[in-house]
Each structure stands twice: as structure tokens, then as C-alpha cells.
């Protein structure tokens, strides 16, 4: 499934916690999210869901995330989706590959 929108991932979590039978209150409780947002991201109220909340709380939910990158230039695109596989997978190595972190 693709995600476009906080509130897409948002009705994705819902739907996913409605199919297990998961009360809210559990998925706040095993994700560590405090049940009002978790209530927030399902109705779509908020805007700037964080990768790291929707990991936590896919996760409660034995699911996982999966990115991908999208450019409109096809080789960027590829080129990022390398990188992103690297440092899934601990590979990447800042300094082999030039990158330098931003502060």
C-alpha cells in the first residue's frame, strides 16, 4: 500500500487496530503513544505524523513500514531508494559514501 498523507497512514492504523480487535487504549498502551494521539492519527487530526510514531505503532500491530523514494527523475529515485536500503540495513557507512550529517 502506498502512503501518501499523515492521514492516509492514519486510516491505515485504524484499520489495521479495528481488524485485530484492539481497543485504542491497548494500542496506546503497547505502541507507548499516548492514547489521544494515537486517537489523532486515526481521524486524521494529525498533520505531521512522524515516521518514528507510525513505526511504533505499526508495530503494536505486527506490521512493519516499508519506504520507498519517488523522484521525477527516475535515477535519483533509484539512487535513493539504494541509500534507504543501506541504512535499513546497517550498511551505510556516513563516511564511505561522503554523506555528512546536517545538525
Known amino acids: 500500500m502506498q502512503l501518501t498523507s499523515s492521514a492516509e497512514a492514519g486510516a491505515l492504523v485504524k484499520s489495521l487496530r479495528q481488524r485485530y480487535g484492539i481497543s485504542r487504549k491497548e494500542l ?3 505502541s507507548g503513544i ?19 510514531r507510525l513505526i ?9 513500514l516499508d519506504v520507498r ?5 527516475a535515477t535519483k529515485g533509484a539512487e535513493a531508494n539504494r541509500l534507504v536500503e ?15 550529517q546536517t545538525t
Not at 492514547?35 to 481521524?43: G, I, K, S
Open 56 to 64: 511504533s505503532l505499526l508495530a503494536a500491530l505486527d506490521a512493519t
Open 28 to 30: 496506546s498502551e503497547s
Open 86 to 100: 543501506l541504512a535499513a540495513t546497517s550498511t551505510l557507512d556516513a563516511d564511505r559514501w561522503g554523506l555528512m
Open 34 to 52: 499516548p492514547l489521544r494521539t494515537v486517537y489523532a492519527v486515526e481521524n486524521g487530526e494529525l498533520n505531521n505524523l512522524s515516521v518514528d
Open 69 to 73: 523514494v519517488s523522484t521525477a527523475d
